[in-house]
C-alpha cells in the first residue's frame, strides 16, 4: 500500500506572463483517495491536464504511474482513466456501444468487453439498459455509468474533475460508493469537487490557492490546523486570501 | 427608436470586435474579384499548339506563321511522327495538333482542296471546342486570302459581339460575384449572428424583456445591410479600376435593385435562424441553400439554357438568377428602369413571401 | 400578498413529464428556493413564469398576470438571470450593464443605487470585456444586468452552480441585501446547503415538488430522529449500520454518518450494545440533505 503512483516536483506551468500552476509538490500513495480542492481559477485544471499527460510543464518533474509527464504522456494515458462532468459519453450511442467504444481505444479485446460489460451494468442496475441511448437516461446513471467505463480498462489511477456537480443526493453518496470500491480494488482516485462534505470521504485533501500547494493533509488534520468545525470553514479560510480572484 | 438605435451600436461593436470575420468579409469580394479576373478564366490564352508539317511547302509556312502570330497560341513546331504526338497528349505538353499532309500546296492548287487535320485534347470538351473554333477561323482567314477569285455565290457572315466585342469573361462573372457575396454575407452572417444569440442564453434575457423581439431581427439586419453596400461599392470600383469593366448604365440604379437583393437575403437569413438552434446548423444550410444553388443556377457559371426543363424552373426559385439578369442589363447592357421591372418585381415578391414566412414562424418564446 | 403563484402547472417534452402540477406560492419581498439536482424542472418552472415557454396545464402568476396572456407586462417587470452564463463576451462591462439598461427603457444612472453595492465590485474593470473576467465575476455583472431595470420579481436560474465554496458565499450576501431593498426572489440551487439560506423552499425532484415550506419546518418535519456517527473505518461503518435491522437509514454525510433508527431508542440500544468497536454517536438535528434524501425514498 505505500507505493507512490503520483510524484511532483515543483511542477510549473506558465502561460506568458502567468503563472497557473507554481511548484506544486507532492506525492499520492497507491489506492489512496485523494482531493484535489481550490477556488475556481486556481489551477486545479492546468495541474491536472499535466498529469494526464494533456500539457508540457514549463518546469519541475511529475511522474504519473511511474511514467514522466514530460515525455513519456503515451504511457500514462494508457495506465489512467479520466471522467468530468462536462464530457463523459456519447450521448447519441447506446450504454454498450459506449463502453466497447472506450474499452476498444485501450485495446481490450471484443470478448472480455462482452463478459466484463454485463457483469458490471449488473452490478450497477442497468442490466435492461445495454441498448438503451445514454442521453436518455438520468444524469445520475450516466455519471455512474461514466465512472465504470472510465474504469473499465483497469487503470492505476482515475482523475475525475467535479464528477457529481448537480446530481441528487442520492446518487452523490451511490458515486462515491463505487469511488470506494474501485479505491478498494487499488485504484487510485484522484477527484476534484465543489462539495465539501465529499471533500470529507477523501483520504488526504490537497487546497490549491494562486496556483500554489497552500495544505495538504488528512480531512481531521487539516480542521484541526485550521481550528475549523468542517471542511468548508477550512476551504474557506484559505480561498479567502486568494489575490487571484479579482480578474 | 432609441432602443432599436442602441442595439444596432451594439451589433456593430459585435462586427467590428471579430476582426477575423471582418477581414474575410471584406477579402472575400476582392480575393473572389482578383481570383475571377486573372486566375481564372475561360479565354484561351497560349494554348500549346503543335504542327506536323510533311509538305514544307510556301503555303504550310504561311498558315503556320498565321498561328505563330495568333495570342491564343503558342507554336511547337516539330518533325515529331504520329506516336510522339500521342506521347505529347498523354503528357499534357499540347493541346491541339495541326496535321499537314505531303503536298498540301499542290494538291491546293491541282485539286482545288487539301485537307488539313487538327487534332484536340478533349478531356475538358468546352476547351476543345473553342480550340477548334480559333485554329479554324485562322485557316478561314487564310483561305480568303488567297482565294483568286471570289466564289459565284457566297455568302459572308459578318459577326460582331456587341456589348462585350473583347469577349471579356469578367462581364459575366463580376455581376456573379457580387451576387454570390451579397448572399453569402447577408444570409450566413445574419442567420450565425442570430443563432449566436440562441446559443449564448442571451437571447433568453431579450425575450424576457419589454424589447420588441422582431427588432432584435431588424437590429440585426441593418449592420449587414451596411456592410454589404461598402462591399458592393468595393465591388463595383474594383471592377471598374482593376477589370476595366465599368458600370454602363445608371450606378444608382443599380445600387437600388442590389439593396433590393440585400433584403431578400436577409430575410432568407432570418427565415434560416428562426427554424434553427445552432450557429453550425445556420452555417451548414446557409452554405447549402444558398451557395450551391447560387454557384450552380445564378447562370453564370453554367448557361442555364442548356438545363433540363426541371432545374430550369427551380432556377426560378433563386433570388440571384433575377438579379443576375437586372445586374448583366444595368451594368453592361446600360440599359434602364423599363429592362428591370419584372426581375425587380420577381424580387420584391420574393422578399414579401420570406419575410411572411419568417414572421409567422418566428418565436416571442423558446421552442 | 402573492407575488408568484402556480397552480397545477404540468410540461412535458417528447414523453418525459419535466414538470408534474407544481404548485405553490411567493409572497412579496421573500426570498424563496428552489432546491433540486439537474433534471429535477427547476429551469423549465422558470421559464414557464419568465414567459419564455407555455406550460401544458396549469396556471401560473407573476406579480398579478397570467404567464401566457400577460406575457409582455411580466417581461417589464422581471428580471431573469438563466443559468448559462448570458452576456456579450465581446462588449465590456460597462457597454453590457447599459445595453441591458437600454433595453428595459432605462438607464445606468437611473437605478444605480439598486446595484451600486454589487457594481463597485467590478467597476474598476468596467472597460474590460466580459468574456476575460473571471467566474464571480462575470456572475455579479450578470446579476447587475438583470437589476439594472430594477425588477419586481428576481429570477435566478442556478447562479451559483460550478462556481466555488468563496464566490457562493459572497453571492448569497448580495442576495440578503437585495432582499432588503424589497424585491422578491426566486432562486434555483442543486447545493441543499444553500436552502438554509433561503426563507422558505421548495424541494423538487424528477419534475414533482416534494414539500414547500420554510427550511426550520422542513426540518423540525423530519419524523425519526437523527443521530451522527463516526468510527475509525467509516466505510466498513457504514457497511455495517446498513446490514443491521435496527437502523432505518444511514447515509454518509462527511465525516459522520447520520442515521435513524427503525424503532426509537429501544432500537438504538440494542444496535449500540451489538457493536463490535467503538463508535462516537450524537444527537443532532438533521439537514436540509436528510430531509431531501427522505423525501425521495417516500416518492419512490
Not at chain 1, 486545479?44 to 498529469?51: D, F, I, P, V, Y
Not at chain 1, 511522474?63 to 509527464?69: D, E, I, K, L, R
Not at chain 2, 460575384?177 to 434575457?205: F, R, Y
Not at chain 3, 423530519?222 to 451522527?228: K, N, R
Request: proline share 4%; aromatic share 8%.
Amino acid at each position: 500500500m505505500t507505493d507512490t503512483v503520483i510524484q511532483t516536483e515543483k511542477l510549473t506551468k506558465i502561460f506568458g506572463s502567468f503563472t497557473a500552476v507554481d511548484a506544486i509538490t507532492f506525492d499520492v500513495k497507491k489506492g489512496e483517495i485523494f482531493g484535489f480542492l481550490g477556488a475556481n481559477g486556481a489551477g486545479k485544471t492546468t495541474a491536472m491536464r499535466m498529469l494526464c499527460g494533456l500539457s508540457v510543464p514549463s518546469g519541475g518533474e511529475a511522474t504519473v504511474a511511474g511514467f514522466s509527464v514530460k515525455n513519456q504522456a503515451e504511457q500514462i494515458k494508457h495506465s489512467i482513466g479520466y471522467m468530468s462532468q462536462k464530457f463523459s459519453l456519447y450521448e447519441d450511442l447506446t450504454v454498450y456501444e459506449n463502453i466497447r467504444f472506450f474499452a476498444g481505444i485501450y485495446g481490450i479485446e471484443r470478448k472480455t468487453i462482452r463478459a466484463r460489460s454485463s457483469e458490471m451494468l449488473q452490478r450497477l442496475g442497468l442490466g435492461d439498459q445495454r441498448n438503451t441511448l445514454v442521453g436518455s437516461l438520468p444524469l445520475g446513471w450516466k455519471q455512474k455509468l461514466a465512472f465504470s467505463v472510465a474504469i473499465f480498462h483497469s487503470p492505476r489511477i482515475v482523475f475525475l474533475d467535479e464528477p457529481t456537480g448537480g446530481v441528487d443526493p442520492v446518487t452523490r453518496r451511490q458515486f462515491w460508493d463505487l469511488i470506494y470500491e474501485a479505491s478498494d480494488n487499488g485504484i487510485t482516485v484522484f477527484v476534484t469537487t465543489h462539495y465539501m462534505d465529499e471533500a470529507e470521504y477523501c483520504n488526504r485533501i490537497s487546497m490549491m490557492v494562486d496556483g500554489a500547494i497552500k495544505a495538504l493533509d488528512t480531512p481531521a488534520n487539516l480542521k484541526s490546523q485550521f481550528q475549523a468545525n468542517d471542511m468548508d470553514e477550512v476551504f474557506y479560510r484559505l480561498a479567502r486570501r486568494a489575490k487571484r480572484k479579482s480578474y | 427608436m432609441k432602443q432599436l438605435l442602441i442595439f444596432v451600436q451594439k451589433e456593430f461593436k459585435h462586427v467590428f470586435r471579430d476582426k477575423k470575420t471582418l477581414l474575410l468579409l471584406f477579402g472575400l469580394p476582392i480575393a473572389q474579384i482578383v481570383l475571377f479576373g486573372f486566375a481564372l478564366t475561360n479565354e484561351i490564352k497560349d494554348a500549346n499548339l503543335l504542327i506536323i508539317d510533311h509538305s514544307k511547302d510556301e503555303t504550310t509556312l504561311q498558315i503556320t506563321e498565321k498561328f505563330r502570330a495568333s495570342s491564343s497560341f503558342s507554336l511547337r513546331e516539330s518533325v515529331m511522327n504520329t506516336s510522339e504526338m500521342e506521347d505529347a497528349f498523354k503528357r499534357g505538353s499540347i493541346k491541339l495538333a495541326l496535321i499537314f499532309p505531303s503536298q498540301f500546296e499542290q494538291d491546293l492548287i491541282h485539286e482545288g482542296r487539301a485537307p488539313i487535320q487538327l487534332i484536340a485534347d478533349a478531356t475538358d470538351p468546352n476547351t476543345a471546342t473553342m480550340l477548334i473554333n480559333y485554329a479554324s477561323s485562322i485557316i478561314r482567314d487564310y483561305q480568303q486570302s488567297i482565294a483568286t477569285k471570289p466564289p459565284e455565290l457566297s455568302i459572308q457572315i459578318q459577326h460582331r459581339n456587341i456589348y462585350n466585342p473583347e469577349l471579356k469573361g469578367t462581364t459575366n462573372f463580376v455581376p456573379g460575384v457580387m451576387a454570390l457575396v451579397l448572399l453569402l454575407i447577408c444570409v450566413l452572417m445574419t442567420s450565425v449572428s442570430i443563432v449566436k444569440e440562441k446559443e449564448m442564453g442571451t437571447m433568453e434575457i431579450l425575450l424576457v424583456s419589454p424589447f420588441n423581439p422582431i427588432l432584435v431581427i431588424l437590429a440585426k439586419a441593418i449592420p449587414y445591410l451596411a456592410l454589404s453596400i461598402v462591399n458592393l461599392i468595393v465591388i463595383l470600383l474594383l471592377s471598374t479600376f482593376l477589370l476595366d469593366t465599368p458600370v454602363n448604365g445608371n450606378v444608382f440604379l443599380l445600387v437600388g435593385v442590389s439593396i433590393v437583393l440585400i433584403m431578400a437575403a436577409l430575410s432568407l437569413g432570418l427565415l434560416i435562424s428562426n427554424s434553427t438552434n445552432s450557429q453550425q446548423m445556420a452555417m451548414l444550410i446557409s452554405l447549402m441553400g444558398m451557395l450551391l444553388p447560387t454557384m450552380m443556377f445564378t447562370g453564370f457559371l453554367f448557361p442555364l439554357e442548356n438545363m433540363p426543363m426541371a432545374l430550369q424552373v427551380f432556377a426560378n426559385m433563386v433570388p440571384s438568377k433575377w438579379y443576375y439578369i437586372i445586374v448583366k442589363d444595368i451594368m453592361i447592357k446600360g440599359l434602364g428602369c423599363s429592362a428591370v421591372w419584372k426581375e425587380t418585381l420577381i424580387l420584391l415578391g420574393m422578399i414579401l413571401l420570406l419575410l411572411a414566412l419568417s414572421i409567422r414562424k418566428f418565436k416571442i418564446r423558446l421552442s | 400578498m402573492k407575488h408568484v403563484t402556480l397552480e397545477g402547472i404540468s410540461k412535458s417534452y417528447d414523453s418525459t413529464k419535466a414538470v408534474d402540477e407544481v404548485h405553490f406560492n411567493v409572497e412579496q419581498g421573500e426570498l424563496f428556493g428552489l432546491i433540486g439536482p439537474d433534471g429535477a424542472g427547476k429551469t423549465t418552472l422558470f421559464r414557464i413564469l419568465t414567459t419564455l415557454i407555455l406550460p401544458d396545464a396549469g396556471r401560473a402568476f407573476v406579480n398579478g398576470h397570467h404567464v401566457v396572456k400577460d406575457y409582455k407586462k411580466i417581461r417589464k417587470e422581471v428580471g431573469y438571470m438563466p443559468g448559462k452564463f448570458s452576456l456579450y463576451q465581446d462588449l465590456t462591462v460597462e457597454e453590457n450593464l447599459s445595453f441591458f439598461a437600454s433595453i428595459f427603457n432605462t438607464t445606468i444612472r437611473e437605478n444605480y443605487e439598486l446595484v451600486k453595492d454589487i457594481y463597485v465590485q467590478i467597476e474598476p474593470f468596467k472597460d474590460r470585456r466580459a468574456g476575460k473576467l473571471s467566474g464571480g465575476m462575470k456572475q455579479k455583472l450578470a446579476l447587475c444586468c438583470a437589476l439594472i431595470h430594477r425588477p419586481v420579481v428576481l429570477f435566478l436560474d442556478e447562479p451559483t452552480t460550478g462556481v466555488d465554496a468563496v464566490s457562493r458565499r459572497e453571492f448569497w450576501e448580495m442576495l440578503k441585501s437585495l432582499k432588503k431593498q424589497g424585491i422578491t426572489i426566486l432562486v434555483s440551487t442543486p447545493y441543499m446547503d444553500e436552502a438554509d439560506l433561503c426563507e422558505k423552499i421548495a424541494l423538487i425532484q424528477s419534475g414533482n415538488i416534494m414539500t414547500v415550506d420554510t427550511p426550520e419546518r422542513i426540518v423540525s418535519d423530519f419524523p425519526d430522529p437523527v443521530y451522527a456517527v463516526q468510527s475509525d473505518n467509516m466505510s466498513r461503518l457504514l457497511r455495517e449500520l446498513r446490514g443491521s435491522d435496527q437502523v432505518k437509514s444511514a447515509n454518509a454525510f462527511g465525516e459522520f454518518h447520520h442515521i435513524t433508527f427503525s424503532g426509537g431508542t429501544e432500537s438504538m440500544d440494542r444496535f449500540l450494545k451489538g457493536l463490535r468497536e467503538p463508535m462516537l454517536i450524537k444527537s443532532i438535528s438533521p439537514t436540509i440533505e436528510d430531509c431531501f434524501i427522505h423525501l425521495m425514498a417516500a416518492h419512490d
